[in-house]
Protein backbone atom coordinates (compact mmCIF):
# COMPACT_ATOMS: atom_id res chain seq x y z
CA UNK A 1 0.00 0.00 0.00
CA UNK A 2 0.94 3.44 -0.41
CA UNK A 3 1.76 4.02 3.41
CA UNK A 4 0.42 2.32 6.47
CA UNK A 5 -3.10 2.49 7.47
CA UNK A 6 -5.04 2.75 10.61
CA UNK A 7 -9.08 2.18 11.37
CA UNK A 8 -10.88 3.37 12.95
CA UNK A 9 -9.48 7.07 12.58
CA UNK A 10 -11.95 8.06 16.01
CA UNK A 11 -13.48 6.05 18.32
CA UNK A 12 -16.00 7.35 20.89
CA UNK A 13 -16.39 4.19 23.54
CA UNK A 14 -18.23 3.89 27.16
CA UNK A 15 -16.22 2.96 29.73
CA UNK A 16 -15.89 -0.50 30.32
CA UNK A 17 -16.40 -1.87 27.08
CA UNK A 18 -13.85 -3.37 24.85
CA UNK A 19 -12.38 -1.47 21.64
CA UNK A 20 -10.30 -3.33 18.85
CA UNK A 21 -7.58 -1.02 16.77
CA UNK A 22 -6.41 -1.87 13.46
CA UNK A 23 -3.26 -1.06 11.91
CA UNK A 24 -2.69 -1.85 8.04
CA UNK A 25 1.53 -1.63 7.52
CA UNK A 26 3.01 -1.10 4.86
CA UNK A 27 3.35 -3.75 2.33
CA UNK A 28 6.34 -5.76 2.93
CA UNK A 29 7.44 -4.30 6.61
CA UNK A 30 8.33 -7.18 8.75
CA UNK A 31 8.40 -5.16 12.04
CA UNK A 32 5.14 -3.33 13.21
CA UNK A 33 5.52 -0.98 16.48
CA UNK A 34 2.25 -0.20 18.47
CA UNK A 35 2.67 4.01 20.72
CA UNK A 36 -0.08 5.56 22.23
CA UNK A 37 -0.06 9.74 22.71
CA UNK A 38 -1.95 11.42 25.41
CA UNK A 39 -2.98 15.04 25.13
CA UNK A 40 0.35 16.72 25.97
CA UNK A 41 2.38 14.35 25.99
CA UNK A 42 5.35 12.31 23.94
CA UNK A 43 4.92 8.94 22.16
CA UNK A 44 4.87 6.01 24.35
CA UNK A 45 5.67 2.50 23.34
CA UNK A 46 3.13 -0.23 23.67
CA UNK A 47 4.61 -3.38 21.51
CA UNK A 48 6.48 -4.22 18.47
CA UNK A 49 6.10 -7.34 16.47
CA UNK A 50 8.74 -8.88 13.95
CA UNK A 51 7.09 -11.20 11.79
CA UNK A 52 3.94 -12.40 13.94
CA UNK A 53 6.21 -12.60 16.94
CA UNK A 54 5.94 -10.05 19.83
CA UNK A 55 9.59 -10.02 20.75
CA UNK A 56 9.08 -6.88 22.81
CA UNK A 57 5.41 -6.36 24.77
CA UNK A 58 7.33 -4.05 27.43
CA UNK A 59 4.95 -1.17 26.70
CA UNK A 60 1.77 -2.46 27.54
CA UNK A 61 0.18 -0.64 30.27
CA UNK A 62 -1.79 -3.61 31.57
CA UNK A 63 -2.98 -6.96 31.06
CA UNK A 64 -6.57 -5.24 29.91
CA UNK A 65 -4.64 -4.34 26.55
CA UNK A 66 -3.17 -7.15 23.93
CA UNK A 67 -2.31 -7.16 20.34
CA UNK A 68 -1.97 -9.79 17.70
CA UNK A 69 -0.61 -9.61 14.12
CA UNK A 70 -1.37 -12.33 11.54
CA UNK A 71 -0.07 -12.97 8.15
CA UNK A 72 2.75 -11.09 8.65
CA UNK A 73 0.86 -8.05 7.95
CA UNK A 74 -2.63 -6.22 9.65
CA UNK A 75 -2.30 -5.92 13.61
CA UNK A 76 -4.96 -5.54 15.91
CA UNK A 77 -4.54 -3.77 19.14
CA UNK A 78 -7.51 -4.37 21.70
CA UNK A 79 -8.13 -3.03 24.82
CA UNK A 80 -10.79 -4.67 27.37
CA UNK A 81 -12.96 -3.08 30.02
CA UNK A 82 -11.51 0.48 28.75
CA UNK A 83 -11.16 3.07 31.23
CA UNK A 84 -10.70 6.98 30.40
CA UNK A 85 -7.14 7.11 31.47
CA UNK A 86 -7.08 4.64 28.22
CA UNK A 87 -8.19 8.05 26.14
CA UNK A 88 -5.50 9.05 23.84
CA UNK A 89 -4.23 8.80 20.13
CA UNK A 90 -3.06 5.22 19.26
CA UNK A 91 0.27 5.19 16.50
CA UNK A 92 1.14 2.28 14.22
CA UNK A 93 4.29 2.06 12.25
CA UNK A 94 6.02 -0.21 10.45
CA UNK A 95 9.37 -0.41 9.13
CA UNK A 96 11.30 -2.70 6.50
CA UNK A 97 14.62 -5.01 7.25
CA UNK A 98 17.80 -3.28 7.93
CA UNK A 99 15.94 0.28 7.64
CA UNK A 100 16.32 2.63 10.92
CA UNK A 101 13.07 4.36 10.03
CA UNK A 102 9.94 3.50 11.17
CA UNK A 103 6.68 5.14 9.11
CA UNK A 104 3.96 5.64 11.09
CA UNK A 105 0.01 5.93 9.86
CA UNK A 106 -2.10 8.99 10.91
CA UNK A 107 -3.67 6.78 14.02
CA UNK A 108 -6.19 6.41 16.00
CA UNK A 109 -8.14 8.92 18.28
CA UNK A 110 -9.87 7.00 20.89
CA UNK A 111 -11.95 8.61 23.84
CA UNK A 112 -13.17 6.30 26.42
CA UNK A 113 -16.75 8.19 28.41
CA UNK B 1 17.50 2.87 30.13
CA UNK B 2 17.08 5.41 27.15
CA UNK B 3 15.28 8.75 27.75
CA UNK B 4 15.05 11.83 25.53
CA UNK B 5 14.79 15.55 26.97
CA UNK B 6 13.25 18.43 24.70
CA UNK B 7 13.81 21.65 26.25
CA UNK B 8 10.77 24.20 25.68
CA UNK B 9 7.10 22.71 25.21
CA UNK B 10 6.31 25.76 22.90
CA UNK B 11 8.70 28.02 20.76
CA UNK B 12 7.39 30.73 18.65
CA UNK B 13 9.80 32.30 15.71
CA UNK B 14 9.21 35.12 13.36
CA UNK B 15 8.85 34.04 9.76
CA UNK B 16 12.88 34.13 8.35
CA UNK B 17 14.12 33.40 11.79
CA UNK B 18 16.63 31.09 12.99
CA UNK B 19 14.67 27.84 14.21
CA UNK B 20 16.15 26.23 17.13
CA UNK B 21 14.75 23.08 18.91
CA UNK B 22 16.78 21.39 21.72
CA UNK B 23 17.40 17.39 22.23
CA UNK B 24 19.55 16.37 24.88
CA UNK B 25 19.49 12.50 25.49
CA UNK B 26 20.70 9.75 27.93
CA UNK B 27 21.72 6.51 26.81
CA UNK B 28 24.01 3.66 27.71
CA UNK B 29 24.81 2.66 24.20
CA UNK B 30 25.68 4.48 21.75
CA UNK B 31 22.58 5.85 20.16
CA UNK B 32 20.72 6.32 16.98
CA UNK B 33 18.79 9.46 16.97
CA UNK B 34 16.01 10.84 15.04
CA UNK B 35 13.54 13.89 14.78
CA UNK B 36 10.35 13.49 13.46
CA UNK B 37 7.46 16.03 12.64
CA UNK B 38 3.62 15.61 13.43
CA UNK B 39 1.26 18.21 11.41
CA UNK B 40 -2.18 18.71 13.37
CA UNK B 41 -4.26 15.54 13.01
CA UNK B 42 -1.53 13.45 11.24
CA UNK B 43 1.30 10.96 11.33
CA UNK B 44 4.23 11.34 12.02
CA UNK B 45 7.14 12.19 9.54
CA UNK B 46 10.53 11.74 9.82
CA UNK B 47 12.69 14.52 9.28
CA UNK B 48 15.75 12.91 9.87
CA UNK B 49 18.24 10.62 11.34
CA UNK B 50 21.54 10.01 13.13
CA UNK B 51 23.51 6.45 12.66
CA UNK B 52 26.69 7.22 13.64
CA UNK B 53 27.74 8.43 10.45
CA UNK B 54 28.52 12.39 9.89
CA UNK B 55 27.62 14.33 12.73
CA UNK B 56 26.16 16.39 11.30
CA UNK B 57 22.63 15.34 9.76
CA UNK B 58 21.02 17.00 7.33
CA UNK B 59 17.18 16.20 6.70
CA UNK B 60 13.94 17.37 4.71
CA UNK B 61 12.33 21.05 4.03
CA UNK B 62 16.07 22.30 5.50
CA UNK B 63 16.05 21.07 8.53
CA UNK B 64 19.56 19.77 9.67
CA UNK B 65 21.07 18.85 13.62
CA UNK B 66 24.30 18.12 15.13
CA UNK B 67 25.37 15.10 16.92
CA UNK B 68 27.43 15.98 19.90
CA UNK B 69 28.45 13.24 22.23
CA UNK B 70 30.17 15.29 24.74
CA UNK B 71 27.24 17.30 25.10
CA UNK B 72 24.82 14.41 24.56
CA UNK B 73 22.63 17.06 22.50
CA UNK B 74 20.69 16.35 19.30
CA UNK B 75 19.79 20.19 17.95
CA UNK B 76 17.18 20.83 15.64
CA UNK B 77 18.01 24.15 13.83
CA UNK B 78 17.05 25.62 10.16
CA UNK B 79 18.53 28.65 9.15
CA UNK B 80 15.26 30.45 8.08
CA UNK B 81 11.42 29.61 9.35
CA UNK B 82 8.79 29.34 7.05
CA UNK B 83 4.71 29.12 8.01
CA UNK B 84 4.66 25.97 6.55
CA UNK B 85 6.70 24.85 9.61
CA UNK B 86 4.69 25.51 12.35
CA UNK B 87 3.77 21.91 13.66
CA UNK B 88 4.75 19.60 16.97
CA UNK B 89 8.80 18.04 16.89
CA UNK B 90 9.57 14.87 18.75
CA UNK B 91 13.09 14.34 19.19
CA UNK B 92 13.90 10.25 19.62
CA UNK B 93 16.24 7.78 20.47
CA UNK B 94 16.93 4.12 19.85
CA UNK B 95 19.26 1.09 20.67
CA UNK B 96 20.01 -0.11 17.44
CA UNK B 97 18.48 1.59 15.31
CA UNK B 98 16.92 -1.04 12.69
CA UNK B 99 14.10 -3.12 14.57
CA UNK B 100 14.15 -1.52 18.04
CA UNK B 101 11.67 0.56 19.75
CA UNK B 102 12.03 4.41 19.82
CA UNK B 103 11.73 6.32 23.37
CA UNK B 104 10.12 9.77 22.36
CA UNK B 105 10.63 13.17 23.67
CA UNK B 106 7.52 15.14 25.16
CA UNK B 107 7.94 17.07 22.12
CA UNK B 108 8.27 20.74 21.03
CA UNK B 109 5.77 22.84 19.35
CA UNK B 110 6.69 25.25 16.49
CA UNK B 111 4.31 28.52 16.13
CA UNK B 112 5.94 30.46 13.03
CA UNK B 113 4.62 34.14 13.51
CA UNK B 114 4.31 37.15 10.80
Not at chain 2, 96 to 106: E, H, I, Q, V
Request: proline share 4%.
Amino acid sequence: GAGVSQSPSNKVTEKGKDVELRCDPISGHTALYWYRQRLGQGLEFLIYFQGNSAPDKSGLPSDRFSAERTGESVSTLTIQRTQQEDSAVYLCASSSPGVYEQYFGPGTRLTVT
Amino acid sequence: AQSVTQLGSHVSVSEGALVLLRCNYSSSVPPYLFWYVQYPNQGLQLLLKYTSAATLVKGINGFEAEFKKSETSFHLTKPSAHMSDAAEYFCAVSRTGTASKLTFGTGTRLQVTL
